[in-house]
């Protein structure tokens, strides 16, 4: 199960909505601070999860308004809800980073472009943790495993910060003799 799917399946056992409340949910939460979930996936999900048999969908007439398709989790739902929670909260996430891959690809830029985007990752990351502790102050107070959320993104925004400046000074201390990209085997002879 995708973090996107089990996203929707917690908001719908929390109680029927549409697709719109589902999106106002998100939206209110900043559940795309922590899923990969964006508007346009949100019917395509559904549908899957529906599919599936995990959720159920009923034309619903409004009195103020178009029929709306209200969604539920069904029982197969909620068991598949336990079991993403579960194994969400057992099993250490594998990271493919685009850092990892910039990492390892260090020799093959300047030493000014690798602190030129050093830098810009350090801005991005403090302004991502200046907007995730606002909404936590905004939403204040929350249930202790929502407050965890938000708490959990910042602890790690803080350890990568404290990273990011150690490989910024290392890069200035140490990049200048490979600044230049190295040559295969094949350009050698």
Same mark, same amino acid.
């Given at each position: 199960?995708?973090?996107?799917?089990?996203?929707?399946?917690?908001? #719908?056992?929390?109680?029927?909505?549409?697709?719109?409340?589902?999106?106002?949910?998100?939206?209110?939460?900043?559940?795309?601070?922590? /899923?990969?979930?964006?508007?346009?996936?949100?019917?395509?999900?559904? &549908? &899957?999860?529906?599919? %599936?048999?995990?959720?159920?969908? &009923?034309?619903?007439?409004?009195?103020?308004?178009?029929?709306? &398709?209200?969604?539920?989790? /069904?029982?197969?739902?909620? +068991?598949?809800?336990?079991?993403?929670?579960?194994?969400?909260?057992?099993?250490? +996430?594998?990271?493919?980073?685009?850092?990892?891959?910039? #990492?390892?690809?260090?020799?093959?830029?300047?030493?000014?472009?690798?602190?030129? %985007?050093? +830098?810009?990752?350090?801005?991005?990351?403090? /302004?991502?943790? +200046?907007?995730?502790?606002?909404?936590?102050?905004?939403?204040?107070?929350?249930?202790?495993?929502?407050?965890?959320?938000?708490?959990?993104? #910042?602890?790690?925004?803080?350890?990568?910060?404290?990273?990011?400046?150690?490989?910024?000074?290392?890069?200035?201390?140490?990049?200048?003799?490979?600044?230049?990209?190295?040559?295969?085997?094949?350009?050698?002879?």
């Amino acid at each position: 199960m995708t973090n996107a799917e089990l996203a929707l399946l917690t908001i #719908l056992a929390e109680g029927p909505r549409h697709g719109y409340d589902i999106e106002r949910a998100i939206e209110e939460r900043g559940m795309r601070e922590w /899923t990969e979930i964006g508007f346009s996936s949100i019917y395509f999900l559904l &549908k &899957k999860l529906g599919r %599936a048999e995990l959720i159920d969908g &009923k034309i619903e007439e409004t009195s103020h308004g178009p029929a709306r &398709k209200v969604y539920h989790l /069904t029982a197969k739902g909620r +068991a598949a809800l336990r079991k993403g929670v579960l194994e969400a909260l057992s099993t250490p +996430a594998r990271r493919y980073a685009p850092m990892e891959l910039g #990492l390892a690809n260090l020799p093959h830029v300047s030493k000014a472009e690798a602190l030129a %985007a050093l +830098a810009t990752y350090r801005d991005t990351l403090e /302004t991502r943790r +200046a907007y995730v502790e606002a909404t936590l102050d905004q939403q204040r107070p929350l249930p202790y495993f929502v407050e965890a959320m938000f708490t959990y993104g #910042l602890v790690m925004a803080a350890a990568e910060s404290k990273w990011l400046s150690d490989l910024i000074e290392r890069v200035e201390k140490e990049h200048d003799h490979i600044d230049r990209p190295r040559r295969s085997s094949s350009e050698e002879r």
